[in-house]
């Protein structure tokens, strides 16, 4: 078992939600619900992985909130 942090945003302008794993060149994909969207990125991700381990260009480490006074 394999598991991978994606990164999920919602674009103002089509609605859809879009998803990415960061560092992952070509897995990324887009959804109309957070759930389409995790379908869609986990049959992209298998799809790439036929080809083989990636050889990923970063790693995700997390996200951190910034407050600006």
């Known amino acids: 078992m394999r598991t991978f942090s994606a990164v999920i945003e919602k674009c103002n302008d089509t609605g859809f939600f879009v998803g990415y794993i960061p560092g992952f060149p070509g897995a990324h994909s887009q ?21 083989g381990e990636p050889l990923l260009e970063s790693e995700f480490i997390g996200t951190q909130n910034l407050v600006l006074d």
């Open 31 to 51: 959804g109309e619900t957070i759930d389409e969207l995790r379908i869609n990125l986990k049959e992209v991700v298998e799809m790439l992985l036929e080809d």
